[in-house]
């Protein structure tokens, strides 16, 4: 059996005495009734996008990431494409709402967010973890107040009927889904018709051809981690209800000051390799917005949530590391990429002796998600490099701050 407190933390940020009594109260009752034993990775995200937008989404990803198209879920208001590195990373399921006018529960979570509402079905709904016993880890749930969709409400919501997914948190506004798989059978996703869709594949086609060209096919690698932003007094929350949810474990906090932001990052107690079962990372600033006046600290975690609503902010994916054509792999990536037209929010930052190098992308016009890399470097083990953190989380605040002034603009007049 797996104890989820065996890890060894890191960081340097100061929890509550509420985070570390719940901390050992929920991962010991956890082990003891096997939950932690009976979840295990994650075997797929899924997003949603507006209205036209899953194909060129699907483009982006296909170019940016290792992901292939597989195959697409038509049910009669959604489009749900899969798409797949292997079976050891998880899946992405990209669903497209056919109709403008279509109004669900994911959509209201975007409403009364200034930004987040002009992308009204543009969002990030959560992960679906692999379990062996669905109905047991459901009834293990509920016994501990979870509250999951019903079979009914599934089917109304189109989403895949053999998955178990919770309502929406109200820390991170994210799902948690749970499918049962043994681990040698292949994901199967119980919905809609099933095809192979030639516009979508032509266009994943020939991302596969571009990444071949500008030889990078090989070099970028599964998700490392998926980072959520909330509101600073749900930093503590957000994790404890997370690490409820899954089998995953604390790793660790760090105080990212010069941004007035911390980072806390949990991990998979069954798999090491992010690849497998990337990490889940939550950042939350580190006062609420209205002691800003007060603190004239910068804010850009909170300023994120308010305008957008809680909600995933990026997903980082792993480049190989090593040298091609004389540059660091990463820097080869993003050059060959921005070569494409996409745009990146600052240079690619920190060294091999520090370890490892990050670079966050803009924002996709179609998902509102940032792609992050990240290469390590050697034998490199260590999560970020606080230097980097603040960097990057400095870079994606002055991007927000230009959309939010664009956003003013058009609801002024
Ligand atoms: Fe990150």
């Given at each position: ?23 050992v109260a ?76 279509i ?14 509402a ?21 009834e ?14 599934t089917r ?5 009927g ?5 309502k ?59 980072a959520?932003?909330?509101y ?12 409820s ?120 016009e ?48």
């Amino acid at each position: 059996m797996i104890s989820s407190l065996n890890f060894p933390r890191h960081g340097d940020k100061q929890n509550s005495d509420f985070f570390e009594h719940y901390l050992v109260a929920l991962l010991e009752e956890r082990d003891r009734v096997g939950l932690t034993d009976m979840i295990s990775e994650i075997d797929a995200i899924m997003l949603t996008v507006d209205p036209g937008q899953s194909i060129n989404y699907i483009a982006e990803l296909c170019l940016m990431s290792p992901y292939n198209y597989l195959v697409t879920l038509e049910s009669e208001s959604h489009w749900t494409h899969i798409l797949r590195v292997d079976m050891d990373s998880p899946d992405i399921l990209v669903r497209e709402v056919k109709d403008a006018n279509i109004h669900g529960i994911f959509r209201s979570l975007n409403e009364v967010y200034p930004i987040g509402a002009q992308k009204p079905n543009c969002r990030y709904m959560g992960e679906i973890l692999r379990v062996e016993n669905l109905h047991e880890v459901v009834e293990l749930q509920n016994a501990r107040e979870f509250r999951f969709f019903t079979q009914n409400d599934t089917r109304k919501l189109e989403l895949p009927g053999n998955v178990a997914m919770t309502k929406p948190s109200p820390y991170t506004h994210n799902i948690v889904g749970y499918m049962e798989r043994p681990e040698d059978q292949l994901r199967i996703y119980a919905l809609g018709m099933s095809s192979i869709l030639p516009e979508v594949q032509e266009v994943y086609l020939a991302a596969k051809e571009l990444q071949k060209k500008l030889e990078i096919i090989d070099l970028l690698q599964p998700i490392d981690h998926l980072a959520t932003r909330v509101y600073s007094q749900n930093r503590e929350v957000a994790m404890l209800e997370y690490l409820s949810l899954t089998s995953y474990y604390y790793w660790g906090s760090y105080d990212i000051k010069d941004q007035n932001s911390s980072t806390n990052v949990t991990k998979s107690a069954h798999f090491e390799e992010e690849s497998k079962s990337p990490a889940k990372v939550f950042t939350a600033n580190n006062t609420p917005y209205f002691v800003n006046h007060l603190e004239k600290l910068p804010s850009p975690t909170e300023n994120f949530v308010r305008n957008y609503g809680p909600r995933l902010h990026h997903i980082a994916f792993s480049v190989r590391d090593g040298i091609t054509h004389e540059l660091t792999n990463i820097d080869y990536v993003v050059k060959s990429i921005q070569e494409q037209g996409k745009d990146f929010l600052l240079g690619v930052i920190g060294s091999q002796e520090e370890g490892l190098k990050q670079i966050f992308s803009s924002a996709s016009e179609h998902s509102s998600l940032i792609i992050e890399y990240v290469q390590r470097f050697g034998d490199f083990d260590g999560f970020f490099a606080k230097d980097n953190v603040a960097e990057l989380t400095r870079a994606a605040g002055v991007d927000e701050e230009l959309l939010s002034l664009h956003e003013q603009s058009h609801t002024q007049h």
